[in-house]
Nanobody, 115 residues
Framework: QVRLVESGGALVQAGGSLRLSCAAS????????MAWYRQAPGKQRELVVA???????NYADSVLGRFTISGDNAKNTVYLQMNGLKPEDTAVYYC?????????WGQGTQVTVSS
């Protein structure tokens, strides 16, 4: 079974940048729509950005212009470049298929943005 492992989260000051990685244990990205999601304390998990198999990208309004999703099929890895981080970006970030599949939720990676 394919596993998705997120990494790259950290504590960062407002205005800073981070790059998150989502590594898959198999070759899945080229044929599947993938996405980054996040869940802030006390809130529901939400879609951050989706990367479709045709190369198109759908960003949440809250991150448009600041976050960039990309994929490296050779490395079986999807990235999330986050610039201009804000305290409201604080959350656990997850990658999954788009739409998500329950069995593939991983541990996520914590991003904390201090003001």
């Amino acid at each position: 079974q394919v596993r998705l492992v997120e990494s790259g989260g950290a504590l960062v000051q407002a205005g800073g940048s981070l790059r998150l990685s989502c590594a898959a244990s198999g070759s899945i990205f080229s044929a599947n729509d993938m996405a980054w999601y996040r869940q802030a304390p006390g809130k529901q998990r939400e879609l951050v950005v989706a990367l479709l198999s045709d190369g198109s990208k759908n960003y949440a309004d809250s991150v448009l212009g600041r976050f960039t999703i990309s994929g490296d099929n050779a490395k079986n890895t999807v990235y999330l470049q986050m610039n201009g981080l804000k305290p409201e970006d604080t959350a656990v970030y997850y990658c999954n298929f788009y739409p998500p599949e329950w069995a593939y939720w991983g541990q996520g990676t914590q991003v904390t943005v201090s003001s």
